[in-house]
Each structure stands twice: as structure tokens, then as C-alpha cells.
């Protein structure tokens, strides 16, 4: 039996879901199964980071957003810890295929 490092995935969830805000068709994808896993709220709110995103110059400031979605998810998997293996899915699906693109 694995043990899943829950902060590990939480951080590598918000890398993922920060990185997607560059992409339309990623981040689209990406926050649908945001939506399905965590709620409507979470998807709402990552709608609100990719505007905020968008409207910031590039100074750093992804990496900010995604110390507070790193926050906000391990929060999340305290009171929902079946959402870790779709994130922690969705986390590697993300890094394999945007690393390769």
C-alpha cells in the first residue's frame, strides 16, 4: 500500500492548475475536472486567478497564485481526501503532457 504525500499533491495540483491559465483549451479542461472534483466554487475561483493572471505583467506572480491554490487544496483534501488521487491524477497528466509540449 502506497501513502499519498497529501501537501506534495496539493502543491503539484496548484502547479497544474496555475500553468493552465496560459492555454485555453488546458485550462478549460483543467478546470472541469476542478469543478467535478471540488465544486463549482473551486472552478470559480480558478476563473478568478486566470483573469487575474492575465491582466498581470509577468513578474512572478503565478508563483504567488500558486502558493495560495496550494493552500486552498490541501485545505480541500482535509475535508474531502477521496479528491486526492483525481488531483494527484490530474497533477501528472498535466506536468507529462505540458512538460513534452
Known sequence: MSVIHHPRVAWDAARTLVGAVKDDERFTRVAGEVE???????ARSLR????????????GRDLVEAGVWRVRIEDALRSHPDAVEPLRRLAIDGQSRWVAS
Open 48 to 59: 478568478e486567478t486566470r483573469d487575474r493572471l492575465r491582466s498581470a505583467p509577468e513578474d
Open 36 to 42: 467535478r472534483v471540488l465544486g463549482a466554487e473551486f
